[in-house]
């Protein structure tokens, strides 16, 4: 029996069997083994969702050893990937072939079946979530049969495996839809949250990518702009990496650490990081940009809401902080996303915005996140699925208009219910 544990530590689970298969061979004697011993089986990416979607006691499998780029086609500008690519080595083999992904979220750790099985998304209202980047996919369905899908081909398939939370089978190889190489303008600035508001439809409308995180207990934000540039790469400024290791991590980090000691003090807290936000700017290749590192450990809960019920959801949020004096630093985190027509993506059928809330490892945070949450829900938010919430199936599908659609390719490719566990039962039934 193995140890499993998450990023954040929030999960742990004792799989009775542990597999690195290497060849696509390995992977579909594995899932017909589990189907003739009836042991049900879980994938791992790389362990970054909040959500105990990866938790077994049975066979866990990770792809960590399945893994690297199938083939490229430049003129159309698709690639093929194993699905256990890690993001960041998958941004450097595409920018060896001159291609890039349009959009990424804030890290790049994640593997690229992880990602996409959760709808893990960035902003920018032009752009879906990583999911909407994908043309095709072949999984190990729960029959243990190999089969291929795209737009074309399986359509329906296609769609449900978008979006699956490792519900149908595992997902083998992806196909991206890229563009070539290019860079990007980061500019940092400090603003008023009030600004951002007033401002929000001009921002998003005129940056490539918007977002903001916002201080509780203050007026401050720390807003990111970023847009193509024909600039030179010069890699990080000396202002970025102070930013984003010495403020974003460092500081960060020894002010949460006073906090858990004395969380009484979290409004003088998030006060003092708000002095500290400063401007910075830099041009990067694109896959360079995205991500930042986060080396302070978090718990974390995310809604999807309608774009429009953004504003006021948000200033729900704020009040409820300062009237309830939740004892939390983390700043919220603010971004856009453009709708899509997977079924069980949370921005399905609506242009989004998504609010996270984060609280410092080790801190308390079921209260805060309860109360959040009750805000979300009245907004008619969907909770990002690799991230904490409390939604269970019959609540869940009155949310996603084409749940039926979703479950009926599950029956069918997963009739046996091989890739559940009772965490998956308890979301999707
Ligand atoms: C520090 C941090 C920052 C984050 N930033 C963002 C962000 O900017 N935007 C955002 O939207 N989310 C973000 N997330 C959430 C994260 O992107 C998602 O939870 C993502 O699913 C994690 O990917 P993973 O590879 O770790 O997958 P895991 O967490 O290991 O698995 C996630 C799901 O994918 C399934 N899965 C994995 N591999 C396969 C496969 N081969 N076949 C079938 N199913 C598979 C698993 O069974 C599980 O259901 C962040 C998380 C952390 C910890």
Known sequence: MTQWQNWSGSITSFPAEYHKPNTLDDIVSLVQRAKSEAKSIRVVGSGHSFSPLVATDSMLVSLDHYAGLEHVDRDACTATVKAGTKLKALGELLFAQGLAQENLGDINEQSIAGAISTGTHGTGIAFGSISTQVVGLTLVTGNGEVITCSERENRLLFKAAQVSLGALGIIVSVTLRLIPAYALQIDIRKKSLTDCCTHLDEYNRENRHFEFHFLPYTNTVQAKFTNISQENPAGKSLMRWFNEYALENGALWLLSAFNRQFPQMSERVCKTMAALVTDASGVSNAHAVFATARFVKFQEMEYNLPAENF??????????????????????????????????????????AYIAVHMFKGMAYQRYFELAEEIFKRYGGRPHWGKMHTRTADELRTLYPEWNAFQLQRSQHDPDRLFSSPYMHSILG
Not at 323 to 352: T, Y
């Open 311 to 352: 504003q006021p959801a948000l200033n729900e949020l704020d009040e409820m902080i300062r009237r309830e004096r939740i004892q939390v630093h983390i700043p919220i985190e603010c971004r856009f996303v453009q709708r899509d027509d997977i079924p069980l993506s949370p921005a399905f059928g609506r242009d989004s």
